[in-house]
């Protein structure tokens, strides 16, 4: 069974980062295309950003191409968002995803002055 569990979050004034994590268990993080969700409220969960299972390749949304960067560690089983450059509309909660099918519970992302 796969778990993820995710933290980082936390109130950022406009501007500011913030770094999440997500840490991995239950079969062979390798081999698992990492992605980070979020969802605010009244609107659908959508992709921020995927990293491919070796690490080599990422995609972003165009929301946050060029302020938010993912990166992954597979000695440590663990996927990162580092987000700079923060925005209200950034505010949402967070989620980390294995192959879109496994997800952790997630983790708020407030950006407020």
């Known amino acids: 069974q796969v778990q993820l569990v995710e933290s980082g979050g936390g109130l950022v004034q406009p501007g500011g980062s913030l770094r999440l994590s997500c840490v991995f268990s239950g079969f062979t993080f390798r081999r698992y295309i990492m992605s980070w969700y979020r969802q605010s409220p009244g609107k659908e969960r959508a992709l921020v950003a995927a990293?491919?299972?070796?690490?080599?390749?990422?995609s972003y949304a165009d929301s946050v191409k060029g302020r938010f960067t993912i990166s992954r560690d597979n000695t440590k089983n663990t996927v990162y968002l580092q987000m700079n450059s923060l925005k209200p509309e950034d505010t949402a909660i967070y989620y980390c995803?294995?192959?879109?099918?496994?997800w952790g519970q997630g983790t708020q992302v407030t950006v407020s002055s």
């Open positions: 995803s294995a192959d879109s099918r496994y």
């Open positions: 990293i491919s299972s070796a690490g080599g390749g990422a």
